[in-house]
């Protein structure tokens, strides 16, 4: 695990927030990409969140009022391994491990997969989640359907102002993302929040640059 502390040493953070992404391997057009996290913080202060590698999957099954979605428990699915979507005594859809031999069929190595197995029929969205905390919502999986999930190891920052609409983020104004790659032997980054000619940098320390 390792934990990640952003301090800003801007003065006026007022409207402000500070927003980091994970993205899938292979991202696309319907997919909707959430804040993995979303950070409020005041001039001089310290937010801290952690990161691991651990990867999980709910699945969220829209009746007649999309606005209020049916929420299956959360799953962790590691890579190589398939979860169907299925419907016990008909009720709403829930993930179970599939066999080895259906996973390799289906995912590399690599891939993280939910097959919709369900019955009665009912196309289902499969929020991934890394750390606990959902990074896309991949919608529409028709029976048949497998949906796989791989992430670049990589957190995006920007700053961006508060008003978000919707699953997928909608933001007023906002820097370029910058990216920091995850080395994978450090246990803890330091990022600093600094302003510039009105330009938003980040700057990055690790427990090995001590």
Known sequence: MIECR????????????????????????NFLVHAWQDLEISSGATA??????????RLLTRGKSSNNPTRSAE???????????????????????????MARERLTPQQAGVYN??????????????SGSPVVTMPGLDWG????????????????APLITGENFTVQAFTDMTPYPVIP??????????????????????????
């Open 117 to 130: 197995q369900t019955y009665p029929y009912t196309s289902v969205d499969c929020t991934w989640h890394v």
């Open 75 to 101: 799953q962790t699915i590691n890579p190589g391994q398939l979860y169907l979507a299925t419907r016990r005594d008909g009720l709403s859809p829930t993930l179970e491990p599939a066999t080895t031999g």
């Open 48 to 57: 801290c969140f952690n990161f691991d590698t651990r990867i999980s999957a």
């Open 185 to 210: 032997d450090i246990s803890s980054i330091d990022v600093e929040i600094t302003r510039e000619k009105g330009r938003w940098l980040f700057s990055f320390l690790t427990d090995l640059d001590e």
């Open 6 to 29: 952003v301090h800003s040493e801007v003065d006026d953070m007022q409207g402000k927030r500070v927003l980091v992404f994970l993205r899938p391997q292979r991202q696309r057009t």
């Open 145 to 160: 359907m497998t949906c796989s999930f791989e992430y670049v190891p990589t957190l995006y920052f920007m700053i961006a």
